[in-house]
């Protein structure tokens, strides 16, 4: 099935005049928006008071879109209770691990265990549901806005306690996964136990591990409930929900990426340059590779960078450069936050596809071109998306473990970890995906393992296959370390994985000051006193220890990194593992089933692989790319 792609961004009327509704849809048409999301943050215009609905002004915004032949993605706006619902029920606001209990004047300002908070956002859910279920303009169902706000407040406790329960059985199975006979833990009642909330000293690592495993699940039961209610209400309409990305892992996402009728992202890089392009990159490949094969949408970016202490536009042609590398991979659209820029509240500064200047500006003449754009390319919708060469290991769980307590060094950083294997692989224009560490690993050249802290068995036995199988895999530094419960392998570091590396670590020696590896350059962070048991030294350290090494096991290699390479260093492992690419730097080209989407991040003209007829322009792709220049060919 062939549809075109979703164009557009959070619509939020209700922040303005209704005089203004009129002139949003004319530019949406100018601009060829054919989706917004509408009612994110608007519960306390939609029951501003309990049980009592004002949809008059909600009728009207979606009767202008469906009349404008814009579609929508309705939003239940559970994020952001009104402040008569917290007035009402002060139990259901969100609980710091502090104890200090926050206040409306905010958003999220919830507690997703309260069983106040629960029925209200079912009752506006059911509200929304049964008004607008047949409604032309709805297109998919919204529920919440990034989910992962934790709560550490006594709902928040029982409900973990329950989730332990059908986790563990019995105490005595959590005593033992904890490790409570250290420093007197030792539960004899379930009542003990509470989430991870201050404390004295360091906190019991798997007591907060579990803590982020049952956030997860506690928001994804919320969302369950909302998406039933909506999928009973209207089955043919999916349900989705915007996941957060950036640092903050706050749920599983492979689990939830199950749950979704369609994953949706937000994606914000730090930018400018071609590190947004790198992060922009690494975003997407993450979205296809949860989605797994199905659609993926990118719910929300901006037309100007927000994170960090400066917040300014993208550069010229950057807004089209990034929207460009998600449909590559296969995101059925490209969304924004948000649709006008605030003129008042939190967010004024947070720009728009309409900045405040108005549609006379810079940034509205590249939104519109985008869309005109957008309107060329055909959206795929069904079958594998983009063939990835190699695959890289992400596991969130590992990444909440690798944030314990009382590490080795308090530099370790699993996210930059990842991000470096992806980019070293991004800029040699080798295809990557994702995958869990238990997932199947098909015959990919090679399957990355950066700092993958924890490791269950069942995932150990999957990567041995792998490399017996005839794969490569490169594991670095701080991998297979612990269990699921975060307690140590025993025996040698890195316990689950000294045979297929063929190594045993017997010391781990974080580094203050840089050595430099011959042929493999700087190495930071982090060395290791490795003992080679059926491996050979590639590298070594400046006093001899094998600092890089290589296992032929079966029919593959399993390459280690004892330590932080820089990113050619990196790059120098892959190519001896055999992984080195044929990208043009700073040009980007991804090929999406029969489609060909080329990218140059510089500002030069750079040559391009690709040769057809350009379906953007018309014009034909002569093998070269002007300065951040992109093309879009079926060859
Ligand atoms: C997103 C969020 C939006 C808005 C935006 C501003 O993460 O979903 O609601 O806050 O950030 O940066």
């Known amino acids: 099935m062939c549809m075109p792609l979703w164009y557009g961004g959070d619509y939020n009327p209700e922040q303005w005049p209704e005089e203004v509704w009129a002139e949003d849809v004319a530019l949406m048409r100018r601009a060829g928006v054919n989706l917004v999301t509408v009612g994110v943050f608007s519960w306390s215009r939609l ?114 306690r329950a989730w332990l329960r059908e986790r563990y059985g019995g105490l005595d199975a959590l005593n033992d996964a904890w490790t409570t006979a250290f420093w007197s833990q030792h539960y004899s009642d379930w009542a003990q136990i509470t989430p991870p909330r201050a404390t004295q000293y360091l906190p019991n690592p798997a007591q907060a591990l579990d803590f982020r495993r049952f956030v997860s699940d506690e928001m994804l039961a919320h969302f369950r409930e909302q998406r039933d209610l909506l999928r009973e209400l209207t089955p043919e309409v999916p349900v989705t929900t915007n996941y957060v990305l950036a640092g903050w892992a706050s749920v599983d996402h492979w689990k939830w990426s199950t749950e979704v009728d369609l994953v949706a992202i ?149 996210l930059a970890a990842v991000q470096q294997a992806h980019r070293v692989l991004w800029r040699q224009g080798v295809p990557t995906c994702f995958a869990h560490p238990s997932h199947d690993l098909p015959a990919y050249r090679a399957v990355l393992v950066p700092s993958l802290y924890l490791i269950s068995d069942e995932a150990a036995r999957n990567l041995a296959a792998y490399v017996e199988g005839g794969g490569t895999l490169v594991v670095s530094f701080f991998s297979g370390i612990t269990d699921e419960h975060t307690r140590i392998r025993l025996g040698g570091y890195p316990g689950a994985l000294r045979e297929i590396l063929g190594i045993t670590v017997e010391e781990f020696r974080p580094l203050g000051e840089p050595v430099e590896l011959p042929e493999f350059g700087r ?38 990194v004892s330590t932080r390479l820089d990113d050619p260093g990196y790059a120098q492992v892959l190519t001896r593992a055999g992984l080195a690419g044929s990208g043009v730097p700073g040009v980007e080209v991804v090929r999406r089933r029969d489609l060909v989407f080329a990218v140059n991040h510089t500002e030069d003209e750079r040559p391009v692989p690709v040769q057809g007829t350009d379906l953007i322009t018309g014009k034909p792709v002569g093998g070269r790319l002007g300065p951040g220049g992109y093309v879009v060919v079926r060859p």
Not at 60 to 88: C, E, M, N, Y
Not at 141 to 155: A, I, K, Q, S
């Open 47 to 160: 029951e501003p008071s309990e049980g009592r609905y004002t949809f008059g002004w909600l009728d009207r915004v979606l009767g202008l879109l469906a009349d404008g032949g814009i579609r929508v993605g309705l939003a239940v706006p559970t994020a952001s209770p009104p402040p008569w619902f917290s007035l009402a029920h002060p139990d259901a606001l969100t609980v710091t691990r502090d104890g200090v209990r926050l206040t409306h004047g905010s958003r999220d300002t919830y507690c997703v265990s309260a069983p106040a908070y629960r029925e209200a956002s079912l009752r506006i859910t059911r509200a929304l549901g049964e008004r607008y279920r047949d409604h032309p303009a709805l297109a998919m169902w919204h529920v919440h806005n990034e989910y992962g706000t934790p709560c550490h407040c006594d709902h928040a406790a029982a409900a973990f």
């Open 266 to 414: 937000d994606d914000y890089p730090s930018g400018p340059g071609m590190a947004a392009a790198e992060q922009t990159a690494f975003a997407a490949d993450l979205a296809r590779s949860w989605a797994g094969g199905r659609p993926w949408l990118l719910m929300e970016q901006a037309t100007g960078y927000v994170l960090g202490p400066r917040k300014g536009p993208k550069e010229p042609g950057e807004i089209a450069r990034h929207s460009m590398q998600h449909v590559a991979r296969g995101s059925t659209g490209v969304m924004f936050f948000q649709w006008r820029a605030s003129r008042g509240g939190a967010e004024q500064w947070h720009p728009g596809m309409v900045p405040h200047t108005g549609p006379d500006s810079r940034v509205f003449r590249e939104v519109s071109a985008l869309g005109e754009a957008l309107e060329r390319i055909p959206a795929p919708y069904d079958g594998p998306l983009v063939e990835a060469e190699a695959a890289i290991l992400w596991d969130e769980e590992a990444w909440w473990a690798a944030q314990g307590p009382g590490l080795p060094s308090s530099e370790i950083d699993y």
């Open 523 to 560: 190495a930071t962070l982090w060395s290791e006193v490795v003992h080679l048991d059926g491996a050979e030294a590639v590298a070594r350290y400046p006093g001899g220890g094998p600092a890089v090494t290589c296992h032929r096991l079966g029919d593959g290699t399993a390459w280690y």
